[in-house]
């Protein structure tokens, strides 16, 4: 073992020592499925998401005398997610496009948290825009190439019909502007964005150019997305 992979290596150990022991808290971003978690609800000429289901084999019983087990069914994108980019149209054709060829340490890596959840409390369609991020930047610095970008909006909090926010014209909730995604993934190079919200779009995303422009820029780039933290 040469030094800089024993200095990872102890660097490694020293981290998980350190989650175990308290030193380093471990913060757990995603909800608890149940049958009435929201799922996101498309136009009805589409095919629909379908809930979280569970379904009891057994509890120490007939069915199985010393052991309790479940099946359960749901949308591969019902509760907390991630979009490989083959889920999307401008991200089918490339390479290691799907969860099973990502490379494991792509799904680790440092992430900046931008706190849009004063303006999300003014406003149900607040965006993240290239201003937005830049004011961040002015405080926290640049965000650096290959790095998650979590937008906090606080939407977790909400729940049932509050969190969908489904109006006559559609969904309403936060999420980035067109601009301010391709700021993101263009000139800051981002591994991924994350939202709290049940897709990477704003809710009326689809009236955007592109339609749905955090999908489109994002796995149009080989870029990863993250939904319902």
Not at 119 to 139: K, M, N, Q, S, Y
Not at 180 to 207: K, N, P, S, Y
């Amino acid at each position: 073992m040469n030094v800089t992979n024993s200095q990872d290596h102890h660097a490694l150990t020293n981290l998980a020592s350190a989650m175990a022991n308290g030193e380093v808290a471990t913060v757990d971003l995603t909800h608890t499925l149940d049958p009435d978690f929201p799922v996101i609800i498309l136009p009805p000429e589409f095919g629909q998401c379908a809930r979280f289901r569970m379904e009891e084999i057994s509890a120490y019983d007939h069915r199985g005398p010393a052991w309790k087990w479940h099946n359960f069914s749901c949308c591969e994108h019902t509760g907390t997610h991630f979009d490989a980019p083959i889920h999307w149209i401008s991200g089918r054709d490339l390479p290691n496009n799907s969860v099973d060829e990502i490379p494991v340490e792509r799904f680790i890596g440092p992430a900046c948290v931008i706190d849009c959840s004063e303006g999300a409390a003014r406003d149900d369609d607040f965006e993240l825009t290239p201003e937005v991020i830049e004011a961040w930047e002015a405080d926290y610095g640049r965000i650096p190439p290959d790095c998650w970008v979590l937008m906090r909006t606080d939407w977790s909090k909400r729940s049932g019909a509050a969190y969908l926010n489904m109006c006559d014209d559609g969904p309403h909730s936060p999420g980035p502007s067109p601009e301010g995604i391709r700021l993101l993934v263009e000139q800051r190079d981002i591994r991924g964005f994350g939202v709290e919200t049940v897709g990477t779009d704003a809710g009326q995303g689809q009236h955007y150019t592109p339609p749905f422009p955090a999908h489109y820029t994002l796995h149009g780039n080989n870029k990863y997305g993250l939904q319902c933290l």
